[in-house]
């Protein structure tokens, strides 16, 4: 018998509400973690954090269409691809790619975006100072001045992010920047309960999960890491917190602070820093990652706890300067970095008409080994990018300054079938890409990727070169030809041609140059006499 899922839940609920019981039993707070809240926060509840989310979760309900398709929303016009398109850059910091994606960085701003409030405070804390006397010192002012901040700080996530990013992270990545100069240890004990409440969420959604070995299509989990843009929200929120902690003089201890950045940075794989080396390659530059890690927390210990004690007296530059001067100019350099990416404009295309989709200014269209424009914009000093080609179905869109490989050519093998979504601000278009092949025994793929555009019919976008069976029968040869329409199969004896017929459909039967193959639900025969050879067999997806 097969126990529902609510029945998990019920558990998990009750087993939750037990554990806290005990512990709230046991600690016997006596009201101080209540009134500890309340003397920072507005009824001890973090206000700004909690609009901040609501926000992002709006933007992602409603412009990108995530009330209709949650897990398949709006993505490619929200993200920062150039600013000369600034509707990209200006929203690419509230945009998400996912459900998974939304809901990892609004658990991340509830568990992070709580604690750096929390710093912040609702009430001034100046000596002599009152609430509600001024602006600055309004409570319900300064829970505004903190959503805006946050608002901001997304607007320049996307506008100096490297490449085109999407996504909440970078500000997530400030708050805890920003948390980690007043509270290091409670950032770390939070950054466990965000993997605490992050499982929780999973329990509930998922109660029970089945799993099996068996072939699957990933990249490299660092692969997917924006790390240029993370570290640019954690260095926003480290400077902002050194410049405000500093003056209110309430900085943590430096061990602790340098303890935090480095364990919040490791544990968030900022020390995976990589490179795109193109057909699904990557590069791992490991120990030099981990390496700027620990100069980093060194960085961040001196910024937050160094003297004024004078460092070089013929500038009268101070040990304090120096260190938040230092801080500050690697937050100028993670941003200008960016600059001359996102100053890129996308050109002619050059696509061939009769394969590729036109969607309103979009063009959509399955090429192999052709230049990234992303990529290989710029040459690196040390590194030579403009030989870096990407294959699989792209997204262009001279208008808007977009290129983007939105499905590629490893991912469309596996699954056969791939949905692209285009569109803008109130409309969107679907394409979609379908692959089918033949694979001759002991060769390649022949295959063919078809568009159809929402609503249009399907076209053939591509064609792969044929490709020859290794068994010889007879001393023939039998290629697998990919044309219009059908998939042929070529006889052949060294390089003339004998005969063609189609692949015939299943429980068939096709004739050519004395051969006879014979279609099976997967298989293509060739039979002479009593001699029975498989020659292709169907591509099959996951």
Not at 486 to 514: H, M
Request: glycine share 12%; with cysteine.
């Amino acid at each position: 018998m097969q126990v529902p899922p609510w029945v998990y839940r019920l558990v998990l609920v009750a087993a939750g509400a037990l554990s806290a019981g005990v512990v709230v039993a046991l600690a016997r707070p006596g009201g101080r973690w209540g009134q500890r809240l309340r003397r920072r926060l507005v009824l001890g509840v973090p206000w700004g954090t909690l609009l901040t989310m609501g926000v992002v979760l709006l933007f992602y309900l409603v412009v990108q269409g995530g009330f209709d398709s949650w897990h398949d929303p709006l993505v490619i016009p929200f993200r920062a691809w150039s600013y000369f398109y600034p509707v990209g850059i200006i929203t690419a910091g509230l945009a998400h790619a996912d459900g998974g994606h939304i809901v990892g960085n609004l658990l991340g701003t509830l568990v992070f975006g709580s604690l750096a409030e929390y710093a912040w405070g609702h009430f001034p804390t100046r000596r002599g100072s009152q609430s509600f006397r001024s602006l600055p010192e309004n409570p319900f002012a300064r829970v505004l001045a903190f959503t805006v901040a946050c608002v901001v700080a997304a607007v320049l996530s996307g506008a100096f992010g490297l490449g085109p990013v999407i996504g909440f992270s970078g500000v997530v990545f400030a708050f805890a920047g920003f948390a980690v100069v007043r509270y290091p240890i409670a950032t770390v004990v939070l950054l466990v309960g965000s993997d605490l409440v992050s499982l929780l969420y999973r329990a509930l959604r998922s109660p029970v999960g089945f799993g099996s070995t068996g072939v699957s299509f990933s990249s490299p989990w660092w692969a997917g890491i924006a790390i240029q843009g993370h570290a640019l929200g954690f260095f926003m929120g480290l400077v902002a917190a050194v410049l405000l902690f500093r003056r209110r003089d309430s900085v943590a201890p430096a061990g602790r602070v340098w303890f935090g950045a480095l364990a919040f940075a490791a544990a968030k794989g900022m020390w995976a820093v990589y490179f795109i080396l193109g057909g699904g390659r990557y590069q791992l530059f490991r120990a030099g990652g981990l390496a700027a890690l620990l100069v980093l927390a060194a960085l961040v210990a001196a910024a937050a706890r160094a003297s004024n004690r004078t460092l070089l007296p013929s500038i009268g530059l101070s040990r304090r300067e120096a260190a938040v001067g230092t801080l500050a100019a690697v937050l100028l350099a993670l941003a200008l970095v960016a600059v001359p990416y996102n100053l890129l404009a996308v050109g002619d295309v050059g696509t061939d008409a009769e394969t590729a989709v036109d969607v309103r200014d979009y063009t959509v269209y399955y090429a192999e080994d052709t230049p990234n424009r992303l990529v290989g914009a710029y040459d690196l000093p040390l590194i030579n990018t403009s030989g870096v080609t990407a294959s699989g179905v792209i997204v262009a869109n001279e208008r808007r300054n977009i290129w983007w490989q939105a499905v590629s050519k490893g991912r469309l093998g596996f699954a056969g079938r791939q949905v692209v979504t285009v569109g803008g601000v109130g409309w969107e278009r679907r394409v979609v890409a379908n692959r089918t092949g033949w694979t001759p025994a002991g060769a390649s793929t022949v295959y063919k990727v078809f568009l159809a555009p929402e609503g249009g019919e399907s076209r053939l976008a591509f064609r792969s070169p044929n490709a020859t069976a290794e068994p010889t029968i007879r001393g023939r040869n039998v290629t697998v030809v990919a044309t219009e329409r059908r998939f042929d199969l070529v006889v052949s004896r060294g390089n003339r041609t004998l005969g063609r017929a189609a692949i015939p459909p299943i429980n068939e039967s096709r004739s050519a140059a004395g051969l006879t193959f014979v279609r099976e639900p997967r298989t293509v025969y060739a039979t002479v006499n009593d001699t029975r050879v498989g020659v292709a067999t169907r591509e099959t997806f996951n």
